[in-house]
T-cell receptor, first 117, second 110 residues
Framework: GAGVSQSPSNKVTEKGKDVELRCDPISGHTALYWYRQSLGQGLEFLIYFQGNSAPDKSGLPSDRFSAERTGGSVSTLTIQRTQQEDSAVYLC???????????????FGNGTRLTVT | KQEVTQIPAALSVPEGENLVLNCSFTDSAIYNLQWFRQDPGKGLTSLLLIQSSQREQTSGRLNASLDKSSGRSTLYIAASQPGDSATYLCAVSGTDKLIFGTGTRLQVFP
């Protein structure tokens, strides 16, 4: 596709369940980011992947959160034992390179709205 | 730790007005600054990217300036239209990730 694709667009889950959020970046983009946007808050960095390098997981809020990127393309963000405070919009973005490596803007998907009941 | 602040948090103006949105950041060691637009229920759309060595960038009715030494950027919107209504976010980057402000919610009424 032409843009970053995220699925599902909406997810309602019960507290304690595990969820998987998917991101399909723009073809050829080596950098992939996950951000979280809570109601009335700014975007909170979670994790990024760049090529074959080890991901920067410094923004993951707890060990219940994990992410992987298979084959340098599709990424999955997994939240285990979901809590109500995990409710937010999870945004994925990709770019041709990291900011320090070039001037490629960040392209965002429409996000997954997660509601934990 | 980099912190990004946007003022005002919300703005409501009549159609046709020129307006300025402000963004400030605490650490001037940035690689670039980007302005984004976010429509309700949507992701972010990149509007302008200013490299740290640049002073401004223009796209149509939008002009963004950067004063890295003072930690400030402004987004100027000329002749505003109702279709400009959205939340505008600025983000600064180090070598790898972007740090976002909380945005300015703009409403342009006819």
């Amino acid at each position: 596709g032409a843009g970053v694709s995220q699925s599902p667009s909406n997810k309602v889950t019960e507290k304690g369940k595990d969820v998987e959020l998917r991101c399909d970046p723009i073809s050829g983009h080596t950098a992939l980011y996950w951000y979280r946007q809570s109601l009335g808050q700014g975007l909170e960095f979670l994790i990024y992947f760049q090529g074959n390098s080890a991901p920067d997981k410094s923004g993951l809020p707890s060990d219940r959160f994990s992410a992987e990127r298979t084959g340098g393309s599709v990424s999955t963000l997994t939240i285990q034992r979901t809590q109500q405070e995990d409710s937010a919009v999870y945004l994925c973005a990709s770019s041709l390179a990291l900011p320090g490596q070039g001037t490629s803007p960040l392209h965002f998907g429409n996000g997954t709205r997660l509601t934990v009941t | 730790k980099q912190e990004v602040t946007q003022i005002p948090a919300a703005l409501s103006v009549p159609e046709g007005e020129n307006l300025v949105l402000n963004c400030s950041f605490t650490d001037s060691a940035i690689y670039n600054l980007q302005w984004f637009r976010q429509d309700p229920g949507k992701g972010l759309t990149s509007l302008l990217l200013i490299q740290s060595s640049q002073r401004e960038q223009t796209s149509g009715r939008l002009n963004a300036s950067l004063d890295k030494s003072s930690g400030r950027s402004t987004l100027y919107i000329a002749a505003s239209q109702p279709g400009d209504s959205a939340t505008y976010l600025c983000a600064v980057s180090g070598t790898d990730k972007l740090i976002f402000g909380t945005g300015t919610r703009l409403q342009v009424f006819p």
